[in-house]
Structures are given as structure tokens and as C-alpha cells.
């Protein structure tokens, strides 16, 4: 197949120029994904090794979509080394690869988020600052540090204000004790952060000329998706791998750079021209996802923002139908319009999928979710704990993890006592005293029996819990079918439906815990076919595969079901609607009230709303409340700066707008009775 069939002028320039550092300016809906998928096409097409590619990724959703593109395109299979994924799926590879070269245990685990915030709180603990830290908070610093490629020396040597991510902190000293500390954890548990995977990545291209060299002679072409997104050690890696060839295309758009809080460098696109004085630039304008009146009312948005490259999308899509904006009494009343709203589109032949509802904050979704439950709507909510965080997930992971690694403490603490097998406190301190001393894992204490003092009853579930594990450590993983069935035996041998039904008081919860746990082993499966499919596959590598894409979604959550879909803005970036609502649109919420002082901050905020526009296919609803109800007041609230940028003349007031707004204060005031009444039955119950 031609690779350039199908594609207009400007995208055939972004597929076709193949040589040299390449800039792709790519709008919102102007066929990005196309772009890339054609341009990796259009390499092979022309005699470029699949091994000689990689194509780096914000998402495991978004590669896979480019993977399949691409297999489409090309008709062929692919080579194993042909790389489409994430940064972090790529630095793991790399880690896997040279684990001896970036001092690494060759079988090293990945910690989840809530672990290491776990292992900060022991550091923490152990150096008696737990009165004066939140270890959430002192987490946080220690990635941002990671991100900025800072060892914890350098830490312990800055000075207040040198960094913008360290603002508002001055205490660095124990910042660099707690860093220390918390790096010699994950050294004990044989383990990596997710910050890790590219930390140690730079720091093994910088260091060892050899694996650097040995890379840029292997890949001979570097894509990147989303390159707004980048961070300053996602940018580093890009620059260590493109030293030979420099044949590196990053495709993006800066008017989408809204993740400026968790690290991405809102200039990314100046800092690659300035490492690439000979970029050629291409900008695609042409959008084939929404009305050009959705893209009248973005352009006039974004255009306020003063340092973005100028760029005006454009459509050949039929409608003209107005943006609705609507005022309403409180924010009751407006998620019973917009609930009423979605019923009218129902009834007028759309599906519930067809439509997106948007927000600032998580918390918004609560009055929106009682109006559709009301009215009897199917919806479902995009965001909140994820699916691997979950205690009987964690639980499950870790007696994989745990027979893959004995000698991982984390995963041997978790389990130890799930299901419960009378260890108490003073029991585990004196597994850890006797580890700490022999220089031995916990695991191993138990297995040598050299704890003393035990009851027969301890003993003997402590050598039933042993030998199950050795046991299946012995298991040979070769295909999808008995990976599946060795998870099925762990969760049989080792009781974890029994211990889900004997912790859980409330029934309805027990049965999501169960069907959760009894998602696992298909999941997992399905985890293993995505990856090498080698026989006598490492589990590792498969609980690896799995834990960096549940940091993106709940297994569970099956994309096109239909259903009404909640979300923040953040988690709808890349997704589109045929119809949008927009709730919530104040000053204080967007833009939000901590970023209306701060003109960087502000303009993030534009670009978020932006974003928020671009989701529509056809239609926009945009709406605001004058109060926001609360347990003790009622809050006026002025409507969105943001609204006035978008010209009159493609705007209206909603036709039925009258009848909704009196239904919805009805049920405005239903709810606030029902409120009142908890609250008086709460007091009487005190």
C-alpha cells in the first residue's frame, strides 16, 4: 500500500520527510496518530529495519491504536525489537537489557504509587520526622527530583527558590536524608519507582558510552507522540538516543500542554529547537473531528494565550449548530439540566456513549451523578482509585511478585498476613531483627526456621505458606493458558477469596472484591500475549507489562459500552464526543482559583478549556451556576472568564431553557431537603 494515500498536503510533507530533526505542529483532531502511523509505514516501505524504529508514546491506549495502525498500513508482521510504546515501557526495556551496567538486580520489581509512598513513611518513621512531614508530600518532592535528574547530594546542596518545582520548600537537608533513605529501601527490595525507569535510563546513556553508542547504532529513526507532554528527563533521553543519526520527528501541540503541574516543560518546543538549530517545521490545520463553529469559538480562546506558536484549525465538517451557554441558579439545578439535556439526545435517536460530560475537579461529578440516576441515565466515572491500587489487587500482585522474588520484603509484609496466619506484631519484629542481622531476606528467616518461640499453630501455616511458594516459583510460565492457571492456583491455594469474605463486613463490597480478584488471571493473560509471547516468559516481565498499563485504566472499564461518560478534563485529553457538556465553568474553578494570580498558571488553564472545546464533534454545551451549594452556605460564583472569549455571534441560550431550569430547581430543592434531613439524622444519632 501506498503510504501516502489518503493523507492531504501538509501531512504528506510530516510522512514523506524522513531526514533530520523534524517539528510536526499537529492541532486537536488533525489526524496526529495518521501522521505517525504513516510516517513508520512509509520508513519500511523504504528499506528501514523494523529493529531501526521506535515510536514513543504518552499512553499504552495510543500505542497500541499506533501498533495496530501501522499492521494495518503494512499488512506484514513486525519484528519483536520494532518498538511502539511509552516512555517507561522503554526505559524498562532498556533497564532489563543492561541491568548489570545500570547496577541493577537482573530480576528488579516496580513499585506502585501507594508503595512507595509506604516506604517514604518508613524512612520517615525511622528518622522520627513523622510529626512534622506528610509522606505523600515529601514523595512528591523526591519524583520531582527524580524528573529533574537530581541524585540526592545535589538535593542536599540547593538553595529556596533555585528550582520552580521545589517553590514553597526550603528544608533540604531532610529532603536529602529522606531521599537517601528511601533509595536505600528500594536497593533492599531489589526494586524501582516509576521515576526510576528514566532516571537510571539517562544516567546509563550518559555514563556508559558504550550502551549509548550500542543504541544509536540500533535505532535509526525516533518518533514521539505528544511531545508537549514531555518532561526535562523524558527530553533527555530523546537527546542521548538521536546523538548519530538525529533523525528524530516529534509530533504534538503546544495549545494541549496542560500537564505543566506534573513536570511537562510548556516550552518543549523551543527547547527542541534550540538542540535542533536545522528543524524543519510542518503544521497541520486541517481538523476532521468537529464543526467549524466549535473550532471558531477554540481559535478565539487560545489565540489570548501570548507565548504558543500561531495556528488556525479549520474543517470541511457540515453544522452549524450554536455553542449553548447556560446560566443556572446553582449547581443542582445544572447538573438536572444537563441530565435532562442527555435524555433529550436519547430520545432523539443518540446513544448514551455519544456523549461526554466534563469537569474541573472529580468533585464535581457528585450532583451530576444524582441527576442522571434520577432520570435513570447509564453513566459511568473516569478517574478516582485505580485498579491496580486496590487491596485485594496489591494483595494478589504481590504473591506473584513474591513467587517470582522471595527475597522481595514489600511483597512478602503484604501477604504475610493475607490470610491472616496469627503473625503478630512482636512475631514480625523479630523476622525483620534476625534479617537485618543475618543480612537475609525476611523469607528466608521463615524458611531456614530460624525463628524461635513459635505456637505449632503459627508453625505450621508459616511452612504451609513457605512451601506453596517455593512451589510455584518452580512453575514454568510458557503460554497465556497456564500463566492464567498458575493464578488461579495461587488464589485457590492461598485462600485470598476465603480471606476477602472473612474482612469485608459490607456484602455488596465483598462481591466487588471478589469479581475483582477474579479478573486478575485474564487480565494477567492477556498482559502476557501483549508481550514477548516467548516461551518460559519471565512472570517479572508480565506483572511489568500489566503495572505500567493499570496506571492508565481499570481492566474493568470496557471502552464502548454504552454509557454516559463522566470526566476531568485532564482524563478526556485524546478522547472526542459527538456531544460535550461542560460544567462547572466559573472563576475559582476554571480557571482555577490557585491560578488566577500567576500568568503562566493562567494560560495553562486557557489551554485546559481548549482542550475541553476540542472534545465536541457537534455539539457544546457550556454551563455555569450563580451559587454553589453547601452543607453551611451558599456561594456566589462569577462565570468563567474564559466564556467572554468566545465570539456572540456563535453562541445561544438553550431553546428549552425556561421548563429546565424550573424543573431543575425543583430538584435542586429536593435534594437540599434530603441533605438537611441526613444531617439532622447524623446530629440525632451523635
Known sequence: MNSLNGLNQEQRKAVSMIDGPLMVLAGAGTGKTRVISHRISYLLSKGVSSEGIVALTFTNKAAREMKDRVLGLTGNGLSRDFFVGTFHSFCLRILRTYHRESFLPKHFSILGSSDQIDLVRRVLEEKKLSKLYRAEDLHGLICKAKENLLIDEEVKNMKSGELKDFSGFDDFLTLFEVYRGYNKFLGINRAVDFEDLIFKTVYLLRDNSEVCEALNKKIQYILVDEF??????????????????????????????????????????????????????????????????????????????????????WSNHEGESPIVVCCLKDDLTEAYWIAKKCLSFVTKGYSLKDIGILYRTNSQANYVEQALRELRLKYETFGGTSFFERREVKDFISYLRLVRNPDDHLSFWRVINAPSRGIGLKTMEKIEAIAREQNISPFRVVEKGLLKDLSSKQENSLKIFISGILEFSKSCVSSSINFETLCWQIIETFRLEDHIKMTCDNNAVA????????????????????????????????????????????????????????????????????????????????????????????????????????????????????????????????????????????????????????????????????????????????
Not at 565 to 591: N, Q, R, Y
Open 228 to 313: 508537549q507532554d514531555t518532561n526535562f528527563s523524558q527530553l533527555c533521553i530523546v537527546k542521548e538516543l538521536s546523538k548519530k543519526n538525529k533523525n528524530i520527528c516529534v509530533v504534538g501541540d503546544d495549545d494541549q500542554s496542560i500537564y505543566g503541574w506534573r513536570g511537562a516543560l510548556t516550552a518543549i518546543f523551543s527547547k527542541f529547537s534550540d538542540l535542533y538549530p536545522k528543524v524543519s517545521l510542518v503544521k497541520l490545520e486541517q481538523n476532521y473531528r468537529s464543526t467549524n463553529v466549535i473550532l471558531k469559538a477554540s481559535n478565539a480562546v487560545i489565540e489570548k494565550n501570548i507565548d504558543r506558536i500561531s495556528k488556525s484549525l
Open 511 to 686: 462481591v466487588k472484591k471478589l469479581e475483582n480478584l477474579r479478573t486478575l488471571p485474564k487480565c494477567l493473560s492477556m498482559a502476557f500475549s501483549r508481550s514477548s509471547g516467548s516461551e518460559h516468559a519471565d512472570i517479572l516481565e508480565i506483572l511489568d507489562v500489566f503495572t505500567l498499563e493499570e496506571r492508565e485504566k481499570d481492566p474493568n472499564g470496557e471502552v464502548n459500552k454504552n454509557f454516559i461518560s463522566l470526566m476531568t478534563i485532564h482524563a478526556a485529553k485524546g478522547l472526542e464526543f459527538p456531544i460535550v457538556f461542560l460544567c462547572g465553568l466559573e472563576d475559582g474553578l476554571l480557571p482555577h482559583r490557585n491560578c488566577l494570580d500567576n500568568q503562566l498558571h493562567l494560560e495553562e488553564e486557557r489551554r485546559l478549556f481548549y482542550v475541553a472545546i476540542t472534545r465536541a464533534k457537534e455539539r457544546l454545551f457550556l454551563s455555569y451556576s450563580q451559587e454553589k451549594y453547601g452543607i453551611k452556605r451558599e456561594e456566589f460564583k462569577l462565570p468563567s472568564r474564559f466564556l467572554q472569549d468566545i465570539p456572540e455571534e456563535i453562541k445561544a441560550e438553550d431553546e428549552e431553557n425556561i421548563s429546565l431550569k424550573n424543573e431543575g430547581e425543583e430538584f435542586s430543592r429536593k435534594q437540599k431537603t434530603a441533605s438537611f434531613l441526613r444531617t439532622i439524622r447524623e446530629e440525632i444519632v451523635r
